[in-house]
Each structure stands twice: as structure tokens, then as C-alpha cells.
């Protein structure tokens, strides 16, 4: 049976590229997708009336909302960390750096407030996410 309760929220900057754009929200989803484990979907497959097989989606609605400025980003990060809901933040240095040990050469030079984020998500509990998302519009 599908879980309506839960959802989750992409807050991505908007002044981005566009391939940014789609690198966050894809890398994004994809780790939250991931830790959801068993309770990403609701079975296998939806079956077309000739027998073709189309792997479901995620059973929860992706909403995108849009921020101005990675500031913006940082205080949101804080309220998801004190929150304690499911999130992930898209980083600038993920984009920079393909190789992870590089990654984390880099990040071990920064303090978290040094961070640029290109985006966050969250999941959760309906009213416990759109609480932290609200202030934030929707993409256009």
C-alpha cells in the first residue's frame, strides 16, 4: 500500500547552470532513493496491458522548490541537521572533483560553514518537512 504521509523536498539554488541544475537534483535523489532501501516503491513493476514491464517509481512525491543563494542553503542545512529528518546536501566540491579521496582532501581543508551548497533534500513526515521548506517557492 502507498505511504501518502511522507515526501521528499529538492531546495535547489537557482542561479546555477542548468547541467548543475540536473547534476543536484539527480545526485540528490539518488541518495535519498538509496537509503529508502525497501520503502523507496510499492513492487516491482507496473505491467502494460500487452505484459511489458515498467519499473515503479518512488511511491513518494519529489517536490522542487528553489533558493537564492547558498547562505540560504546553510541556514536550511542546520534546520534539517537539528530537524532530524533524512537529508543530503549537494555541494559545490562534488562537482569539482570526481575522485573521492580528492573530495575529501578538500573538504578536510573547510570548516562546514565553508561549504557552498548547490542543494539539499529532505524526507520525512509531510508536516515535518514542508515546516522546513515552506519560506522556499516553487521551481519555475
Known amino acids: 500500500m502507498q505511504d501518502f504521509n511522507k515526501r521528499i523536498i529538492l531546495v535547489v539554488r537557482k542561479d546555477l547552470e542548468p ?3 540536473a547534476n543536484t537534483i539527480a545526485h540528490i535523489s539518488a541518495y535519498i532513493g538509496n537509503q529508502l532501501k525497501d520503502t523507496f516503491d510499492t513492487g516491482e513493476s507496473f505491467i502494460t496491458k500487452d505484459d511489458i514491464a515498467h519499473p515503479r517509481n518512488s511511491q513518494y512525491p519529489i517536490i522542487v522548490k528553489r533558493a537564492k543563494s547558498s547562505e540560504q542553503l546553510n541556514n536550511f542545512m542546520d534546520k534539517a541537521r537539528e530537524a532530524n529528518v533524512l537529508h543530503h546536501g549537494f555541494i ?3 562537482i569539482e572533483h570526481a575522485d ?5 582532501k578538500e573538504l578536510s581543508t573547510k570548516h562546514d560553514t565553508e561549504v557552498e551548497y548547490l542543494g539539499i533534500g ?13 519560506k522556499y517557492g516553487l521551481w519555475e
Do not use: C, P
Open 19 to 21: 547541467w548543475q541544475i
Open 92 to 94: 559545490r566540491e562534488m
Open 122 to 134: 529532505v524526507f520525512g513526515e509531510n508536516e515535518a518537512v514542508d515546516k522546513l521548506t515552506k
Open 100 to 104: 573521492d579521496v580528492d573530495l575529501q
